[in-house]
């Protein structure tokens, strides 16, 4: 059961289901597993209650999730020229997440906002926000249960690899008994597990995993081993024949050492003088907080933020307050 507060709006997010005719779909620059599914998903269902659908992002869907039916029909734009009834925005804190592909104020008569994040904003007319929900996926079978519409197997397979996906195969903190509740009615829609986990998580690409050893070649243990730092710079995207979007999984490897309890990968981009800075943590130690100081945002034990400089002037301000957030 979805929380007290948010049954109100799951309502209300159907009544503006059923009394529209045209939809827009979208979610937060570099979409992963979980906006891309709950694109896919929402525009399955919105299709079958005979609605037109639009699915849109101003930066492509990365090649692992390609597998997911449906994907070929979501757009890569910068901005959209048509208008719609409703706007469904997934996983934004605010519309330039999105890269404000729409207006949301000219281009949609009504605006609904989902997100699960702890950086969240109600910029929406409707705006189902849930805090205690594994992910956007996980939120989206409470309107498929409001609306009383079975899921089909695609539905199922897609809202399985969102939940799957943001909670680290259901390991991460954010997996509670609710969102394997919901995974198992998943499962008996027939999702097939073990082929979804062997897709996204049984195979690397060979440059993805000659990127991961040069990252770790720059493993570095700070604040009594507490702290890990890895490194990628432009050079080893190129030495490896890799790119940005293959650095996923590397800020995970520095929490594999016992002793820490945070771990941050600074990377350079190809924007010039722009780097990425990712943070993961555990315990007590909350990156969301951390990652915010400087701009950015996520969850308590996930986030990252964007600085601008060389990467040794972002490691330069960012390890005195990673410092500072271990002991808070
Ligand atoms: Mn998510």
């Known amino acids: 059961m979805p929380p007290k507060q948010n049954r109100k709006v799951i309502r209300a997010i159907c009544r503006a289901i059923q009394k529209n005719r045209t939809f827009f779909l979208t979610g937060h620059k570099k979409p ?12 399955s269902l919105l299709k079958r209650l005979g609605k037109k659908v639009d699915i849109a992002n101003a930066e492509p869907a990365p090649d692992y999730l390609s597998f997911l039916p449906g994907i070929q029909k979501i757009k890569t734009a910068k901005k959209v020229d048509r208008c719609y ?15 404000n592909i729409l207006d949301i104020r000219k281009q949609a008569k009504t ?22 929900s594994s992910s956007n996926s996980e939120q989206l079978y409470y309107i498929y249960d409001a609306l009383k519409m079975p899921i089909l197997k695609e539905e199922a397979t897609c809202l399985y690899v969102g939940m799957m996906t943001d909670t680290g195969r259901f390991q991460y903190s954010n997996t509670n008994p609710e969102t394997l509740w919901i995974a198992s009615k998943l499962l008996e829609k027939g999702v097939e597990v073990h082929t979804l986990c062997e897709k996204i998580y049984g195979t690397k690409t060979f440059s993805s995993l000659k990127l991961l050893s040069r990252a770790l070649l720059s493993l570095h ?16 995207y190129k030495l490896a024949g890799s790119n940005e ?10 929490l594999l050492v016992p002793s820490t309890l945070m771990a941050i990968l600074f ?23 951390l990652a915010e100081r400087f701009g950015g945002g996520g969850h308590k034990y996930a986030s990252g933020c964007e600085i601008s ?11 005195p307050q990673a410092r500072k957030a271990l002991k808070n």
């Not at 243990?221 to 080893?236: G, H, M, P, S, V």
């Open 32 to 43: 992963d597993g979980d906006t891309v599914a709950s694109e896919l998903a929402m525009a």
């Open 85 to 99: 009834d409703v706007a469904m925005i997934f996983e934004c804190s605010d519309t330039e997440r999105m890269g």
């Open 111 to 132: 605006v609904i906002n989902i997100d699960h994040h702890l950086k969240h904003s109600f910029f929406g007319h409707l705006n189902l926000i849930g805090l205690t």
């Open 221 to 236: 243990l700070i604040e009594k081993d507490q702290i890990a730092t890895l490194q990628i710079t432009k050079d080893d």
């Open 245 to 254: 979007e293959e650095t996923e999984d590397i800020v995970n490897q520095g």
């Open 267 to 289: 990377r350079e981009t190809e924007t010039e003088n722009t780097v990425k800075v990712s943070f993961r943590s555990r315990r007590h130690v909350n990156v969301c907080a």
């Open 309 to 319: 400089g060389s990467l040794q002037n972002a490691m330069q301000s960012v390890l």
